[in-house]
């Protein structure tokens, strides 16, 4: 079993950054494929990004490539996602999820986190 908490959500301007973590408990991450997805209001949850549980490959959603980068602590049992250059359709509820040996691509979690809410104004 796998308890993830995150954090780091908040309000912030258009252009702004924000780092979300994930703190897992129960089980280390190093065996996880760890992803992050998010639901806007109205709307359907999507995948925003996932690290692998080997090695260093990563997958990131069109609309958040080259703007969000995932990563992980494993020391720290933790997964991070960096924001940069937000955009007012960045607002949504942002939840962490976890796969034990998942490959990268799939969208398939057994863990999830409660979600942190960030909105971003323009």
Not at 6 to 23: D, I, K, N
Request: hydrophobic share 35%; proline share 2%.
């Amino acid at each position: 079993q796998v308890q993830l908490v995150e954090s780091g959500g908040g309000l912030v301007q258009a252009g702004g950054s924000l780092r979300l973590s994930c703190a897992a408990s129960g089980r280390t991450v190093s065996s996880y494929t760890m992803g992050w997805f998010r639901q806007a209001p109205g709307k359907e949850r999507e995948f925003v990004a996932a690290i692998r549980w080997s090695g260093s490959l990563k997958d990131y959603a069109h609309s958040v490539k080259g703007r969000f980068t995932i990563s992980r602590n494993n020391a720290e049992n933790t997964v991070y996602l960096q924001m940069n250059s937000l955009k007012p359709e960045d607002t949504a509820v942002y939840f962490c999820a976890a796969r034990y040996r998942g490959e990268i691509f799939t969208r398939s979690y057994d863990y999830w986190g409660q979600g942190t809410q960030v909105t971003v104004s323009s």
